[in-house]
Each structure stands twice: as C-alpha cells, then as structure tokens.
C-alpha cells in the first residue's frame, strides 16, 4: 500500500468511527494540520474506557499497523451488517464477507483494505 492511500483510508475510518475533524493552519508555517478527537478513545481499544478526548493527526491514525485499533471498526460493521431490518441487509452482508475471510487469515492489510472498501460502499 502507498502512503497516501493508507492515510485517506485511515481518515475514511476514522470519520466512520465519530472522530470530530478539525483543520488547523500550523502557527510556524504555511502548512494546514488535519486532526480528529474521539471522546472516550473511540479511535483505539485500548482507549475506549478512559473518559478523556483523544486528538490524533493524520500520520498517528493506525487502523491499519494495529489489531487495537481496526477491530472497533469491524466491531461497528458487524453490528451495521446485523441489522437485518436495513433496506440494504443482503449487500451488507455480502460486503462482510471480504472482511471475516481476512479476518480469519489474520491478515491486517488485507482487513484494513476490505473495511475501507465497505466503508465507501456504506457512505455512499
């Protein structure tokens, strides 16, 4: 994978998972940082019980270098795909697939790459 497309990827996740985008010009340069604050460490497992904001700049998103931070992802698919009185229930379904193969191959790139395709099929 290249670096852009992991970086849009991760912030395609990280908008599904709630996190609140904010884009500020850097006060030292010409250059603009985007960040995203997850309340409660929505963004990584490990995090999710702490009460605090948690702000994370693009290069810091690791959904897909860790299994702690993909998997409350996938946890919010299934639940997306679960619900079978959504009008779209069978594609749905049929979308989880790729990520439950992947899944069981314990392949995190290959997971990764599966929920960010879901996900654009979600927004759309």
Partial sequence: ????????????????????????????SDVYLES?????????????????KHQYF?????????????????KKIAIIVSDKLADNYSDAKA???PIANELQNCNLENVWYCVVQFIRWHNE
């Fill in 1 to 28: 994978m290249e670096q852009k497309e992991v970086i849009e990827g991760n912030k395609l996740i990280a908008e599904f998972m709630g996190g609140e985008y904010e884009r500020k010009k850097d006060p030292f």
């Fill in 36 to 52: 995203w604050t997850f309340l409660g460490g929505q963004g990584n497992w490990r995090l999710l019980k702490e009460p605090a």
């Fill in 58 to 74: 693009a290069h810091q998103l690791f959904y897909h270098l860790d299994w702690d931070w993909i998997m409350p992802v996938i």
């Fill in 95 to 97: 979308r989880w697939k």
